[in-house]
């Protein structure tokens, strides 16, 4: 069993950054891919990034690509989302997940292949 608590979420304007904390509880985290996704008011949940249990391997949504960088410290058992340049329609709740995947590479964009999510946090970029 993992559970993840995020934090970081809050309110900026844009073209600012936020970083985003994803803590997981216990000891299996660091064979877990894990991932951010969000979700605004009225649209359904979407995929933001991903990186390996490992962390060599990361993927992002084009949307956030050369904006956003996902980590994770596995001796921490935590995974980050660092957010730059932020836009108003970066505005959504955020939520990270884990899934036990195939191996240290693996990652996913599909929140059905996660096992664990996290509450969200709540993530408002003004104009």
């Known amino acids: 069993q993992v559970q993840l608590v995020e934090s970081g979420g809050g309110l900026v304007q844009a073209g600012g950054s936020l970083r985003l904390s994803c803590a997981a509880s216990?000891?299996?985290?660091?064979?877990?891919?894990m991932g951010w996704f969000r979700q605004a008011p009225g649209k359904e949940r979407e995929f933001v990034a991903a990186?390996?249990?490992?962390?060599?391997?990361?993927y992002y949504a084009d949307s956030v690509k050369g904006r956003f960088t996902i980590s994770r410290d596995n001796a921490k058992n935590t995974v980050y989302l660092q957010m730059n340049s932020l836009k108003p329609e970066d505005t959504a709740v955020y939520y990270c997940?884990?899934?036990?995947?195939?191996?240290?590479?693996?990652?996913?964009?599909?929140?059905?292949?996660?096992?664990?999510w996290g509450q969200g946090t709540q993530v408002t970029v003004s104009s």
């Open positions: 990186i390996s249990w490992s962390g060599g391997s990361t």
């Open positions: 216990g000891r299996t985290f660091s064979s877990y891919a």
């Open positions: 997940a884990g899934g036990k995947g195939y191996g240290s590479s693996w990652l996913s964009a599909f929140a059905l292949e996660y096992d664990y």
